[in-house]
């Protein structure tokens, strides 16, 4: 009895090369897919970290203005200079005297503290002192609060009885000054803390932001 012819099927090249191709394909669409959903997420991450670090930046200067004290201070070279001051003019875009400096250590210091807050190479910076009145040996502690700001500028407000605005609310300016400084041509006087300070920052990707902060009565 004669055996019986067997054939093996088996895969062209072509359908070898065909089926190589589907699967190329389909690794390239499932990387571009992963690849913009790990680009989706880092680009979420990046705004959610730049959103707070901005958050806390005002949460900062909030803090110190809000709690904004009329102690003048002696500066390094022996001159008086006042609670606040800030504006182009001024040696600071923003020096002040706060209180609530916590002191849980219980050292002998005052729980009042001198801060200052100016722009230098688009990174707004915060420092202070630890003594309020210093000498020229009186090293700050100095810290970077945020990078990418374009601008940092402040106006003042005298009194909250000449805040004005239009019938759509928007505040008019035309009362804020530009600074808050000591009349040179009256030695001694020295001007208590204004009503209101506005803060306009520029940053990049975000353009401009602006706040208003009501500082203590006096």
Partial sequence: MGRGSSSVAGFTLVEVLIAMAITALISVVAY?????????????????????????????LSRDLRQVVNRPVVDEFGQVV???SGGELAREPLALTRAGWHNSSAAPRSTLQRVRWWLEDERLWRGYFPVL?????TEPVETAILEGVERFELRFLSALSAV?????????RRNWQDNWIADLS???????????????????GLGELRRVYVLPSP
């Fill in 186 to 204: 009256q030695p001694g006087q020295m001007p208590s803390p204004p009503a209101a300070v506005e803060v306009i920052m520029e940053v990049t």
């Fill in 82 to 84: 006042p609670a606040l």
């Fill in 32 to 60: 571009t897919g992963l690849s913009s959903a790990l680009s989706g997420a880092e680009s979420l991450r990046s705004a959610g970290g730049r959103a707070y670090d901005i958050n806390q930046t005002w949460a900062l």
């Fill in 164 to 172: 004005e605005s239009d019938r759509n609310d928007v505040i008019d």
């Fill in 133 to 137: 009145d210093r000498t020229a040996g």
